[in-house]
């Protein structure tokens, strides 16, 4: 079954574009995704009306961000995505007239609604800031560590 990765995607895209020391096109942030610049336009534009993310035309432009990364929730990015589905379990059927698939239908609706609800809260509580931090972190014993082999 395939997932939907545009949240994680959106945030590796965004990440790089915090760490850059400039404006990065559509096709090389698409490069880092491995998918096609159309979708990155695409899924960047939502991000623009929300005043994440810039783009200028022309000789040096590209996208870039534009907010401030301690204002800006993982809950905020999902939003601008359009609330994607989370799970891609469901029922089987979504009307039966089965009197066992509705009951199975209800106890399966309330699990995942509360499951679905606890995630999306949890987004909430993480700020881009606090992910560009982790990288930080990340990038600074990784880069530490490769030149301890040495």
């Known amino acids: 079954m395939r997932r939907d990765s545009k949240l994680s995607s959106i945030l ?12 990065y096109t559509s096709e090389e942030l698409a490069g880092f995704l491995g998918t096609n610049p159309v979708l990155v336009r695409r899924v960047l534009a939502g991000l623009r009306e929300r005043g994440y993310v810039g783009s200028d035309k022309g000789h040096g432009g590209g996208w870039s961000i534009t907010c401030d990364l301690r204002q800006v929730t ?3 990015v ?11 379990m469901g029922n089987r059927v979504e009307q039966p007239q089965c009197l066992v698939e509705r009951a199975v239908n209800d106890a399966l ?7 679905e609800a ?3 809260s949890r987004f909430k509580d993480v700020t881009l800031a606090q ?3 982790r990288f930080n972190q990340e990038y ?8 301890e082999h040495r």
């Open 12 to 23: 590796h895209v965004l990440l790089h574009m915090a760490h850059g020391d400039r404006p």
């Open 74 to 76: 993982l809950w905020d």
């Open 78 to 88: 999902y939003q601008a995505l359009g609330a994607p589905t989370v799970f891609a």
């Open 109 to 115: 609706a309330d699990a995942f609604d509360e499951a």
């Open 118 to 120: 606890l995630l999306v």
């Open 131 to 133: 992910l560009s931090a």
């Open 140 to 147: 600074a014993h990784h880069k530490g560590a490769h030149h």
